[in-house]
């Protein structure tokens, strides 16, 4: 069990930092380019190694979670890492084709509308945003556990609704996905870097 929490701790401690990171990175690229312009190389290269970073790092969490949790809830912790997994593969292909093929053939894949881009929005909204409500069930009882339960569960439904800006082609509802793991998980993974801490206690 020590080792398990060990590395939901530093799953959870390594989201916040790559958070913080994005956010200066991000602030540094708009300071650059503006906002009518698109991020260029190579804060945009940084951008998006973050990015794919971040999701293994959301799948060794969301691995650590399932291991923690309590016998009868371990169900929703195993159904959460399997949509944590799709997730993963799905954004971390995304961003090795921009960093690779596209880059070398001028194709700006995170472009809205793009193909890639749709990909990357079902990652990071549909897929991740599951992850996370099947993830806050594995926190039953009050205290500590609520308050995550109550993040995730938030977290979660907020990137899922992201997920309706592509269907109705408004990236501005999109935004309500960005809100959610963009700001509000990287909280979240404060909150449970120091559940983590403490072993995994009320």
């Known amino acids: 069990m020590q080792t398990i929490v060990k ?46 970073i971040s999701a293994l790092l959301i799948v060794i969490l969301l691995a650590a979670i399932c291991a923690c ?3 009868d809830r371990r169900v ?14 799905l954004t971390t292909a995304v961003h090795f084709v921009a960093l690779t093929a596209g880059r070398q053939t001028g194709f700006i894949a995170l472009e809205w509308p793009s ?30 556990r609520a308050a995550i339960r109550w993040m995730l569960s938030i977290t979660g439904a907020l990137c899922l609704g992201g997920a309706v800006g592509p269907l109705l ?7 309500i996905g960005i809100l959610g793991y963009g700001v509000l998980l990287p909280i979240t993974c404060v909150l449970l870097a120091l559940f983590f801490r403490d072993g995994w206690v009320q």
Do not use: C, H, K
């Not at 956010?23 to 300071?31: E, H, N, P, S, T």
């Not at 929703?76 to 593969?89: P, T």
């Open 7 to 52: 590395t939901g701790f530093l799953a959870a401690s390594g989201l916040v930092i790559i958070g913080i990171l994005y956010g200066v990175v991000l602030a540094f690229g708009i300071a650059q380019a503006g906002f009518d312009r698109p991020i260029f190389d190579p804060v945009l290269w940084v951008m998006e190694m973050l990015t794919a």
């Open 69 to 71: 949790a309590e016998p």
């Open 76 to 89: 929703f912790g195993m159904i959460a890492l399997s949509f944590g997994i799709v997730f993963a593969g």
């Open 115 to 144: 193909t890639l881009y749709a990909v990357e929005l079902l990652a990071w909204d549909a897929f991740l945003g599951l992850a996370l409500l099947f993830a806050a069930s594995v926190f039953n009882g009050n205290g500590r």
């Open 169 to 175: 082609d408004n990236m501005v509802v999109q935004r």
